[in-house]
C-alpha cells in the first residue's frame, strides 16, 4: 500500500482538521465529532442542509459545505456510514429555525444512522425532513444497497437543494425541490483500477492491466460486467446509452451533464469523456444547459468516471444557476 498518510487510523481525523485549517473562512469542526458546519451560520432561519457518508468521497461532502450548498457534513470512517449521534450532532449545530434537510445517498447503513438522527432530533423539537438520491442505473440492488445506489447526482441535488434553501424556501419546498433533481438525474460509471482502504491496505477487488469494471459502485461494489478496455468514444457510448434508456429526455429538452473524476483521472481524460458526450446529446437533439467536469464524489485513489444526466425545467435552471460558494463546488 502506497498512502501519505500517518496512522491509518487517524485518516480521517487527520483529514477534517486539514481541511479546516485550508479553509477556516468556510468551515469550522464540531470539537469531539467528525462534522464540518459552516463556519458562520446564517444570520436568517433558512432550511439547513445537512449530508454525509463514508470518508474517502472528497470533496463530497464536507467540500461542499458553504453558501448556496450545505450547512453541515458528517463524516464517517472510510467507507462506513457515520454513527447516528455524529448527524444527531450535525442536526443540532446547523438548526437555525427553519427545519433541517437531511440528504441521504442510498446505502443502508447511511440510511438507518440517519433515520435514527432524525427521530433523535424530532424528540428535541427540531423539524427534520429527509431525501435519499439513488440516481446510479447501473444495478438495481448492490452489496450494500436495496434499490439503485446514490452516486455522484448527489452533488447536483446538493447545489440545487442548497440554492432553494439560500432562497428562503419552506423545508417542505426544499424537499419537494430536492425529491425532483433525484427524479430526473441518472448516473453510471466505470472504473479503470480498484482503490485502497487505508485500514485494510490492500485492494477491494482486481483487474487485470488490460481490463475495466463497469457500472461499478463509488465503494468499489460490483457493476454490470468487466470488459476489456475499450476507446473513451465505447465507453461512453455504453454508459449514455443505459442512462438514456432510463429516463425520457425529448429532441429539444435540456439537461445538465456531470462528468464526475473518481480520484485518479486526469483532467485531460474527462474532458475527453464529456467531450463524447457532448457528441451523443448533439446527435440526438438534446440542448446542453450547463457541463461540470472535474472530482466530486471520488472513490480515493480510483481511476474512472461517471456521467450524470440532470433533466431540467425552468426552475431548476434558476437554482442550478445560484451563487455556490464552497471549498469544492464555487459558480
Request: charged content about 25%; overall charge negative.
Amino acid at each position: 500500500m502506497k498512502k501519505i498518510i500517518n496512522d491509518p487510523n487517524q485518516v480521517v481525523n487527520e483529514m477534517l482538521e486539514g481541511v479546516v485549517k485550508a479553509h477556516p473562512e468556510y468551515v469550522k469542526r464540531l470539537e469531539g465529532f467528525n462534522v464540518l458546519v459552516r463556519a458562520n451560520k446564517p444570520s436568517f432561519p433558512k432550511v439547513a442542509l445537512v449530508s454525509g457518508g463514508g470518508s474517502g468521497h472528497e470533496p463530497s461532502h464536507g467540500g461542499f459545505v458553504g453558501e448556496g450548498m450545505l450547512d453541515g457534513a458528517v463524516a464517517g470512517e472510510v467507507f462506513t456510514s457515520p454513527t447516528p449521534d455524529q448527524v444527531f450532532e450535525a442536526v443540532k449545530a446547523v438548526d437555525n429555525g427553519g427545519g433541517v434537510l437531511l440528504v441521504v445517498k442510498n446505502y443502508t447503513g447511511d440510511i438507518l444512522n440517519f433515520e435514527m438522527a432524525s427521530e433523535l432530533a424530532a424528540e428535541e423539537g427540531i423539524k427534520v425532513e429527509s431525501v435519499v438520491v439513488n440516481d446510479d442505473v447501473a444495478v438495481e440492488n448492490s452489496t450494500w444497497t436495496t434499490g439503485r445506489r446514490g452516486v455522484a447526482g448527489t452533488v447536483l441535488v446538493h447545489k440545487i437543494a442548497g440554492a432553494a434553501a439560500e432562497k428562503g424556501k419552506s423545508l417542505e419546498e426544499v424537499k419537494a425541490i430536492a425529491e425532483k433533481v433525484n427524479a430526473n438525474v441518472r448516473s453510471m460509471g466505470m472504473s479503470l483500477t480498484p482503490c485502497t482502504v487505508p485500514a485494510a491496505g490492500k485492494p477491494g477487488f482486481q483487474l487485470a492491466d488490460d481490463e475495466m469494471e463497469v457500472g461499478l459502485g463509488i465503494h468499489g461494489e460490483p457493476g454490470t460486467h468487466r470488459a476489456k478496455i475499450t476507446s473513451a468514444k465505447e465507453i461512453v457510448s455504453h454508459l449514455m446509452e443505459k442512462i438514456l434508456k432510463d429516463i425520457d429526455i425529448n429532441s429539444g429538452e435540456e439537461v445538465a451533464v456531470l462528468v464526475n473524476g473518481l480520484g485518479g483521472t486526469p483532467l485531460m481524460e474527462l474532458y475527453i469523456v464529456n467531450n463524447e458526450v457532448a457528441e451523443i446529446l448533439n446527435e440526438k437533439g438534446i440542448k446542453i444547459y450547463k457541463t461540470i467536469v472535474g472530482n466530486y464524489m471520488t472513490s480515493l485513489e480510483m481511476a474512472g468516471f461517471s456521467i450524470s444526466i440532470l433533466k431540467l425545467d425552468e426552475e431548476l435552471k434558476e437554482l442550478l444557476d445560484s451563487k455556490a460558494d464552497t471549498p469544492g463546488f464555487k459558480l
